[in-house]
């Protein structure tokens, strides 16, 4: 199928005018263990009962729409069901806390919730009496108990009756033909590894811009079936998720976060976005697995990777043609080995995977390539819709790169190292933050992005965010991210936050991967009461910095991480210490941690 790309506002109907019964969506009900799906006809039905439901609930051109819960069908509804009005939808994500909520809600004046499950519920109830623009809460999950006497909550159910017959049909085709691509479609509140969130403007001709140039270079189609587990709130998720729609492909909708592995050994995806640290837990699996195996296996795959490196990294990566003996070793090997890990991931037809949203370690990207799987390696941000560069599938590509530029995209780096961008992806600025968006963009109109980096043979190479560059008390730079990448592909290492700055020399945090590191205990007689005991065990930190330092032999000197402390308990998005995407807040750890950090330096 040719890309359909139309406003977002009929995007769903155009695309099933020409796929009609065809699987569009497959999915789990909340709570449910079964597999479902709808047919393009049944989504653009379901489209049309949120457009005329929202109408009868007074939704006016350009309103703000909140939606708080996990990956859902209902969530796909209601996103291009708003979309079909000129709404605008604001996503939260699931983990969001109530103060988050509660800032999101009275900046943007939303005066409709849609939730997901009882958590995002309950969190929405206990903020209502302070949001004075809130009016209801619309509940995605059947099963959620509504509190006795909430008059404000509905379930999504009760909510689409009143789309029922499609009684606005006539008025939502007049706003549908009304639409222009300078309809802001969503705010995005990042929160930010420093300071406030803020709302990033996200416009309908973003979204078209951004389609037909990532059009260009991933290669999605209809026969495609693309599991979505990163959150849709997350830029890079809806983006993608939209882009696979514009081309007809089937969407594997997982809700729950937990049993993403699960929903692929299902589903069998042949193309899923994923984030870094998805591939960091499956380089750690497979090697866990070949490490407990035989020696003969273990020789034959440690054999096998050299072999797929050589001709999928050496040759293939380098845009040159692998010799006639090589490739029929690789041919041999992937039927064999390869096969039976990616069977074992349920990736057995895969296409090709996106992968961005923090620094990839060159030894995993290395490795997911080897195994014959395609990792496209990008970077974007939300202020770009999503991707600014990424490889190309079927083309030369430099591990630790991040790909090319995608078309329209104009790069430049400032003289402080700064990537800025221009382009028709590009955010006008941020809501309600006029002085924000000013300092956001140089004179002429380039976007600020805050990211250090450099150009090479037309590839982008990042180096830190330009805000986290440490600086020692020795005066030498120091890119933590980049450290860090190094040390979480470490089967014992689950979350790492360098610290540097203003510092003698590098020290970390670290959170073990508990239960590996209790049988590495338990397998080698150290006797532990609990995670506080194990983590200060003076064997294991021994083990653990023999190994860090192997992990970092490439790194200069006054780079290498001198002292470690290991944590008895994860970084946590309660104690404000990650953003809802994960990403660790170093002020917060500095001031949680301090009295760990200083101990390190005495």
Same mark, same amino acid.
């Given at each position: 199928?040719?890309?359909?790309?139309?406003?977002?506002?009929?995007?769903?109907?155009?695309?099933?005018?020409?796929?009609?019964?065809?699987?569009?969506?497959?999915?789990?009900?909340?709570?449910?263990?079964?597999?479902? #799906?709808?047919?393009?006809?049944?989504?653009?039905?379901?489209?049309?009962?949120?457009?005329?439901?929202?109408?009868?609930?007074?939704?006016?051109?350009?309103?703000?729409?909140?939606?708080?819960?996990q990956? #859902?069908v209902?969530?796909?509804?209601?996103?291009?069901?708003?979309?079909?009005?000129?709404?605008?939808?604001?996503?939260?994500?699931?983990?969001? #806390?109530?103060?988050?909520?509660?800032?999101?809600?009275?900046?943007?004046?939303?005066?409709?919730?849609?939730?997901?499950?009882?958590?995002?519920?309950?969190?929405a109830?206990?903020?209502?009496?302070?949001?004075?623009?809130?009016?209801?809460?619309?509940?995605?999950?059947?099963?959620?108990?509504?509190?006795?006497?909430?008059?404000?909550?509905? @379930?999504?159910?009760?909510?689409?009756?009143?789309?029922?017959?499609?009684?606005?049909?006539?008025?939502?085709?007049?706003?549908t033909?009304?639409?222009?691509?300078?309809?802001?479609?969503?705010?995005?509140?990042?929160?930010?590894?420093?300071?406030?969130?803020?709302?990033?403007?996200?416009?309908?001709?973003?979204?078209h811009?951004?389609?037909?140039?990532?059009?260009?270079?991933?290669?999605?189609?209809e026969?495609?079936?693309?599991?979505?587990?990163?959150?849709?709130?997350?830029?890079?998720?809806?983006?993608?998720?939209?882009?696979?729609?514009?081309?007809?492909?089937?969407?594997?909708?997982?809700?729950?976060?937990?049993?993403?592995?699960?929903?692929?050994?299902?589903?069998?995806?042949?193309?899923?976005?994923?984030?870094?640290?998805?591939?960091?837990?499956?380089?750690?699996?497979?090697?866990?697995?070949?490490?407990?195996?035989?020696?003969?296996?273990?020789?034959?795959?440690? @054999?096998?990777?050299?072999?797929?490196?050589?001709?999928?990294?050496?040759?293939?990566?380098?845009?040159?043609?692998?010799?006639?003996?090589?490739?029929?070793?690789?041919?041999a090997?992937?039927?064999?080995?390869?096969?039976?890990?990616r069977?074992?991931?349920?990736?057995?037809?895969?296409?090709?995977?996106?992968?961005?949203?923090?620094?990839?370690?060159?030894?995993?990207?290395?490795?997911v390539h080897?195994?014959?799987?395609?990792?496209?390696?990008g970077?974007?941000?939300?202020?770009?819709?999503?991707?600014?560069?990424?490889?190309?599938?079927?083309?030369?590509?430099?591990?630790?790169?991040? !790909?090319?530029?995608?078309?329209?995209?104009?790069?430049?780096?400032?003289?402080?190292?700064?990537?800025?961008?221009?382009?028709?992806?590009?955010?006008?600025?941020?809501?309600?933050?006029?002085?924000?968006?000013?300092?956001?963009?140089?004179?002429? !109109?380039?976007?600020?992005?805050?990211?250090?980096?450099?150009?090479?043979?037309?590839?982008?190479?990042?180096?830190?965010?330009?805000?986290?560059?440490?600086?020692?008390?020795?005066?030498?730079?120091?890119?933590?991210?980049?450290?860090? #990448?190094?040390?979480?592909?470490?089967?014992?290492?689950d979350?790492?936050?360098?610290?540097?700055?203003?510092?003698?020399?590098?020290?970390?945090?670290?959170?073990?991967?508990y239960?590996?590191?209790?049988?590495?205990?338990?397998?080698?007689?150290?006797?532990?009461?609990?995670?506080?005991?194990?983590c200060?065990?003076?064997?294991?930190?021994?083990?653990?910095?023999?190994?860090?330092?192997?992990?970092q032999?490439?790194?200069?000197?006054?780079?290498?991480?001198?002292?470690?402390?290991?944590?008895?308990?994860?970084?946590?998005?309660?104690?404000?210490?990650?953003?809802?995407?994960?990403?660790?807040?170093?002020?917060?750890?500095?001031?949680?941690?301090?009295?760990?950090?200083?101990?390190?330096?005495?």
């Amino acid at each position: 199928m040719q890309q359909v790309n139309s406003h977002l506002s009929r995007l769903v109907h155009d695309v099933a005018a020409r796929l009609g019964n065809r699987e569009a969506l497959i999915y789990k009900d909340f709570g449910s263990k079964k597999w479902k #799906s709808y047919s393009w006809n049944d989504f653009s039905q379901k489209v049309k009962l949120v457009s005329n439901a929202l109408l009868n609930m007074g939704v006016q051109v350009q309103e703000n729409i909140g939606v708080f819960s996990q990956n #859902s069908v209902q969530y796909l509804f209601t996103d291009f069901g708003a979309w079909g009005i000129r709404a605008v939808t604001i996503p939260f994500y699931a983990t969001s #806390s109530e103060q988050q909520i509660q800032f999101m809600v009275s900046d943007a004046q939303i005066r409709f919730l849609f939730v997901g499950e009882q958590q995002q519920y309950d969190k929405a109830r206990r903020i209502f009496p302070t949001c004075h623009s809130l009016e209801r809460i619309i509940v995605f999950d059947s099963a959620v108990t509504i509190a006795e006497g909430d008059k404000s909550a509905m @379930h999504f159910d009760e909510f689409l009756r009143l789309g029922e017959g499609l009684p606005r049909q006539s008025e939502v085709d007049s706003l549908t033909a009304a639409a222009t691509m300078d309809d802001i479609a969503n705010i995005l509140y990042t929160s930010g590894t420093t300071g406030d969130s803020k709302g990033v403007l996200l416009s309908c001709g973003q979204y078209h811009a951004a389609m037909e140039a990532n059009h260009q270079c991933v290669p999605v189609t209809e026969d495609d079936r693309v599991l979505n587990f990163l959150p849709f709130t997350h830029i890079f998720e809806k983006g993608w998720k939209i882009l696979c729609i514009t081309m007809g492909a089937r969407l594997i909708v997982n809700t729950n976060p937990m049993e993403v592995q699960q929903s692929m050994r299902e589903q069998h995806p042949t193309c899923m976005s994923a984030v870094p640290r998805f591939w960091e837990k499956v380089y750690m699996g497979v090697m866990e697995k070949i490490e407990a195996s035989s020696p003969v296996k273990r020789k034959l795959f440690e @054999h096998a990777l050299k072999v797929g490196r050589r001709h999928n990294i050496e040759f293939l990566a380098s845009g040159k043609r692998p010799p006639l003996a090589l490739q029929l070793e690789y041919k041999a090997l992937n039927k064999t080995v390869f096969s039976l890990v990616r069977r074992e991931l349920g990736l057995e037809n895969a296409h090709f995977f996106p992968t961005a949203g923090a620094a990839v370690s060159p030894h995993v990207e290395e490795f997911v390539h080897s195994i014959g799987l395609n990792m496209i390696v990008g970077y974007g941000l939300t202020e770009s819709l999503a991707t600014v560069t990424c490889d190309h599938l079927g083309e030369a590509f430099t591990v630790g790169s991040v !790909g090319q530029p995608i078309q329209g995209i104009s790069i430049r780096i400032s003289d402080e190292g700064e990537v800025l961008l221009k382009g028709p992806t590009i955010t006008r600025g941020y809501y309600r933050r006029d002085d924000l968006t000013r300092q956001s963009f140089t004179p002429d !109109g380039y976007f600020r992005t805050g990211d250090s980096g450099y150009m090479k043979d037309g590839e982008l190479f990042l180096k830190d965010r330009i805000k986290d560059l440490f600086k020692t008390s020795n005066g030498k730079y120091i890119a933590p991210q980049m450290i860090e #990448s190094k040390l979480l592909v470490d089967k014992y290492i689950d979350q790492v936050a360098i610290i540097a700055d203003e510092r003698k020399f590098v020290s970390a945090l670290i959170i073990p991967e508990y239960h590996l590191l209790e049988d590495y205990a338990r397998q080698h007689d150290i006797s532990f009461t609990d995670r506080r005991d194990l983590c200060q065990n003076e064997q294991i930190h021994q083990m653990l910095m023999e190994r860090i330092d192997t992990l970092q032999q490439q790194l200069a000197q006054y780079e290498q991480v001198k002292r470690f402390t290991l944590l008895p308990q994860p970084f946590s998005l309660e104690r404000g210490e990650l953003t809802n995407t994960l990403k660790i807040k170093r002020r917060v750890l500095n001031e949680n941690y301090r009295r760990e950090i200083d101990k390190m330096y005495e």
